[in-house]
């Protein structure tokens, strides 16, 4: 990117107010998103006014629309919900209750509103930014303001945040609050497996979703579901007798459990409502299953907000200020949302008539329709969905007589069994067959492979850690061996899921090439490491569930401090050299400095946030939270900053150390990555296919594939799953410390420290073009967004 960098310091609130607000159902992650707005706001010198119950607050004004400091938003990072209120209003519905708004807001001279809800919520604020001169006007007629405040206060600036567990709203990849639904519909499916696995039970999930099947697609995918009902793609004619030889077969093969999920709004292909409770008789009567109903309900609405809805909320809310102090009487209301990980504006009124389009599509039966104005990411949710819940009868299958092998390297990262079993089953599914490698490269080289089922992979995606077994060791010292098992077996193509070694180890392999015709095969890459350090990848399988595992810990850490005040807790995190889950799970936990390899620090900086600390024990906020990458200074070591913080501060705050350790390597995988490792191992196997396809040399009867594109590295790029020649990302890659030149994460690391109260430089290029919602091609489809 050559654009010379804008820096926010340009932008100036003084002399600006702006009134956040939350409205219409709540969501966790709307608290982060109002602390954001307020401490962004306070930052650039503008007033910040929180109104109390949303639109009705607006209305009755008075003691609901207060003025609000620094510490107002402290604490409130990890509570679910919202703390300033929503409510349904009616008055606002009338021009009646919009005047005496906008007369509230012209008394305390609020001409920008920053609302946190859904479209209902959103399309109510344009409405009456649209009436704003004339409701203006209107009081100064009646006397109940002078022409110098019609003239002051003319334009209503709006920037709206989709605060909806349903992620629902069209030009938004995922709405606030939508991942931490996720969580709370996973932990009870968890739940659920155990007991249901004891009495070979079959398990109706009913999740919310009126008019969006979101929440239900994602939770059937991320658990395996054996069934699923939702609004946009209803189930064809003769749906119950399909389902019901589907549940049986299932238990023929051993299967103990079966798992419906249902969305609160499924309709079957006549628009006619297909309820939990249908769905149970229809399998106790057919089928004479044990069969139970669980209906999550409002639970999915409560709890604390996951690791990303708090990171999303936050940069949503610095990016709705700074879009706010741009707006001018000719920019529409927009939206900001997140696009791949890119924060984007969008006109407001075009999401909300594409979330309508859906609705509509739906209502006249045009279901395909219907899924593809849902967007890129819930047209290829369903696609894997089928592709994996489904096995066709082997008669049907394609027979390629290719021989694909999977295998995991690097340390154990959640997400890794989802992957395995997503690559196994698209596998089978192209016709190939599946081989299993247990313990990395050095079980390859001591010929521990068998061939792997779709039966085998049955329930993978909700355990943590490797099933298969994973080696740190890299192939170099194996190569003869792996050759021979390679030959032996007659492996056609490779799948390797893990960290940094299996980058290494697929350098390592295809530069073994000119000796070795066995690994002239194509192979391919998916990245799966806590650390998040793999060139080529923004994200990796695991880093997820490692930062929520940070995250929760803090919030513990941070409330065992709310009894003994003034303390300050230095907590160590892991990554190598890579700062990602130091620097991220600051962010999410709302610490107040965060020491990673990739930004140098020295005792000059050490001692500024001993200072900053000591002047926090002097407000309200009577404690601190530091976190520390592991290896993020030889000598700066995690008891030589504990050392230094006790002795320095002395008197006003003491310090207690913690070290997190190997506990964020373990546990369940987060919904984000059992989704995300399902995909991309979904794709990477596909475009295996593709190239055993253009490999096979038919004269020769094998495959033979010795190009720099055979050996690729499938990464998330900003927006796109891009396939990349290992080769290609050497020139990215710092060998030394394991770690890529550029991460893209760094950027985000100003916006801690403004969370934190520093005064620091934001580079905001990358904002402020207000795109138009994508209307994607099907052909879109199939290339790239997750």
Known sequence: MDHQPKFFENLSGTGKAIGVLTSGGDAQGMNAAVRAVVRMGIYVKAKVYFVYEGYQGMVDGGDNIVEVSWESVSSILQVGGT????????????????????????????????????DGSLTGANLFREEWSGLLEELAQNGKIDEEAVKKYAYLNIVGMVGSIDNDFCGTDMTIGTDSALHRIIEVVDAIMTTAQSHQRTFVLEVMGRHCGYLALVSALACGADW?????????EGWEDSMCVKLSENRARKKRLNIIIVAEGAIDCHNKPITSEKVKDLVVQRLGFDTRVTILGHVQRGGTPSAFDRILASRMGVEAVLALLEATPATPACVVSLSGNQAVRLPLMECVQMTQEVQKAMDEGRFVEAVRLRGRSFENNLNTYKLLSHKKPDAELPKTNFNVAVLNVGAPAAGMNAAVRAAVRVGITEGHKMFAVIDGFEGFARGKIKEISWGDVGGWTGQGGSILGTKRTLPAKYLEKIADQMRTNNINALMVIGGFEAYLGLLELSAAREKYDEFCVPMVMVPATVSNNVPGSDFSIGADTALNTITDTCDRIKQSASGTKRR??????????????????ALAAGADAA??????FDIRELQANVEHLTEKMKTSIQRGLVLRNENCN?????????????????????????VLGHMQQGGAPSPFDRNFGTKISAKAMQWISKKLKETYRKGAGKVFANTDDSVCLLGMRRRNLVFQPVAELKTETDFVHRIPKEQWWLKLRPLMKILAKYKTSYDVSDSGQLEH???HSPKEAETGAI
Do not use: H, W
């Open 83 to 118: 703390v300033i209120g929503s409510a349904r209003c009616k008055s606002f519905r009338t021009r009646e209750g919009r005047l005496q708004a906008a007369y509230n807001l012209v008394q305390r001279g609020i001409t920008n509103l920053c609302v946190i809800g859904g």
């Open 228 to 236: 699923v009902f939702i609004p946009e793609y209803p189930p064809e």
């Open 568 to 585: 300050v807790f230095i907590i160590e995190t892991m990554g190598g050299y890579c700062g990602y889950l130091a620097n991220m799970g």
């Open 595 to 600: 020491y990673i390899f990739e930004e140098q």
């Open 634 to 658: 030889e000598n700066y070591t995690t008891d030589f900053i504990y050392q230094l913080y006790s002795e320095e501060g002395k008197g006003v705050f003491d310090c207690r150390k913690n």
């Open 773 to 775: 919602v994508a209307m």
